[in-house]
């Protein structure tokens, strides 16, 4: 593979898709090519090197990277398509939830290095966080493509495991689903004590940014020693703490809630 401005085939631009292209073309060389069935948003197709609607458009182009992010129902009739745009060197990352490595080597014309990942959508403003696991075909050449790559749009994490994939995807990859549903319950909870929705919303959304960015400052603190340091002995978080964390509600409704979506994850990827 060459060394670095690469050329990229995004196969699939919608939000995922389309999230992470406008971090690249914002935020790298990368020379992008688009293959998507209908025309790209008007400040994407300004920025990228071309569109094509089908893979016929881009046979004489040679591909370093092609990411696949179309939906986990088509991938596989998608990536039967890509023998004009592919060889056995071109890497091919593929951030379809829950469709294996090996259903994917089997749909693709050759033995190439494959990386199977999961963004979130924070990646989108370039705060993803992403993990991937690669086949055996990949070298660490290929690894090290993928995390420049991946980086771009956050932080990268490889893992060892594909099994893993599936913890990961309950934790970070639904995981802004989460907490977008904290500040909902915030919200819910301050009206219910009188504030008008305007102002419950706004204290539960910037309670939630100022403190992931308390989190981010990296100095070591834990969200445990956080925790403790805002909770006085008798006062106002203790008695709301004392609510939220009797009995391990919290904890509990927690591991139910990612065990769910695990297991959901593992039904997709075996259907
Ligand atoms: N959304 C997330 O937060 C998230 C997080 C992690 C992983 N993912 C993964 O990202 C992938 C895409 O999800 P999404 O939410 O971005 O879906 P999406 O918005 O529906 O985007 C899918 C894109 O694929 C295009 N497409 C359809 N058929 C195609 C074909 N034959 N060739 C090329 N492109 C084709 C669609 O184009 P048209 O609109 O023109 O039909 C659309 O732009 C999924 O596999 C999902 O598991 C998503």
């Given at each position: 593979?060459?060394?670095?401005?690469?050329?990229?085939?995004?196969?699939?631009?919608?939000?995922?898709?389309?999230a992470?292209?406008?971090?690249?073309?914002?935020h790298?060389?990368?020379?992008?090519?688009?293959?998507?069935?209908?025309?790209?948003?008007?400040?994407?197709?300004?920025?990228?090197?071309?569109?094509?609607?089908?893979?016929?458009?881009?046979?004489?182009?040679?591909?370093?990277?092609?990411?696949?992010?179309?939906?986990p129902?088509?991938?596989?009739?998608?990536?039967?398509?890509l023998?004009?745009?592919l060889?056995?060197?071109?890497?091919?990352?593929?951030i379809?939830?829950?469709?294996?490595?090996?259903?994917?080597?089997?749909?693709?014309?050759?033995?190439?290095?494959?990386i199977?990942?999961?963004?979130?959508?924070?990646?989108?403003?370039?705060?993803?966080?992403?993990?991937?696991?690669?086949?055996?075909?990949?070298?660490?050449?290929?690894?090290?493509?993928?995390?420049?790559?991946?980086?771009?749009?956050?932080?990268?994490?490889?893992?060892?495991?594909?099994?893993?994939?599936?913890?990961?995807?309950?934790?970070?990859?639904?995981?802004?689903?989460?907490?977008?549903?904290?500040?909902?319950?915030?919200?819910?909870?301050?009206?219910?004590?009188g504030?008008s929705?305007?102002?419950?919303?706004?204290?539960?959304?910037?309670?939630?940014?100022?403190?992931?960015?308390?989190?981010?400052?990296?100095?070591?603190?834990?969200?445990?020693?956080?925790?403790?340091?805002?909770?006085?002995?008798?006062?106002?978080?203790?008695?709301?703490?004392?609510?939220?964390?009797?009995?391990?509600?919290?904890?509990?409704?927690?591991?139910?809630?990612?065990?769910?979506?695990?297991?959901?994850?593992?039904?997709?990827?075996?259907?």
């Amino acid at each position: 593979m060459s060394s670095s401005p690469q050329t990229v085939l995004v196969v699939g631009c919608g939000h995922m898709g389309g999230a992470m292209v406008r971090q690249w073309m914002t935020h790298s060389s990368y020379t992008l090519h688009i293959l998507n069935p209908s025309k790209p948003k008007a400040d994407i197709a300004s920025k990228i090197e071309s569109h094509s609607e089908n893979v016929e458009g881009f046979k004489d182009i040679h591909f370093d990277i092609v990411v696949l992010a179309v939906k986990p129902q088509i991938i596989i009739d998608v990536a039967k398509t890509l023998r004009p745009v592919l060889d056995e060197n071109t890497l091919v990352i593929s951030i379809a939830a829950g469709v294996t490595l090996s259903s994917l080597q089997a749909a693709l014309p050759h033995q190439q290095p494959i990386i199977r990942c999961m963004p979130n959508l924070p990646s989108s403003i370039g705060a993803g966080v992403t993990a991937f696991v690669t086949n055996e075909k990949c070298l660490s050449s290929h690894t090290q493509h993928a995390q420049d790559l991946l980086s771009v749009v956050g932080s990268v994490h490889v893992l060892d495991d594909e099994q893993d994939l599936h913890s990961v995807t309950a934790v970070s990859g639904s995981g802004p689903a989460y907490i977008f549903h904290l500040a909902e319950c915030m919200t819910d909870a301050g009206m219910s004590l009188g504030l008008s929705h305007d102002l419950a919303a706004q204290l539960a959304r910037e309670t939630i940014i100022g403190s992931a960015r308390l989190l981010e400052t990296n100095d070591g603190t834990s969200a445990e020693e956080y925790r403790k340091s805002v909770t006085s002995k008798g006062g106002t978080t203790q008695a709301a703490l004392e609510v939220l964390m009797h009995d391990d509600a919290m904890r509990g409704l927690f591991e139910r809630a990612l065990k769910q979506a695990s297991e959901r994850s593992q039904e997709l990827s075996r259907s």
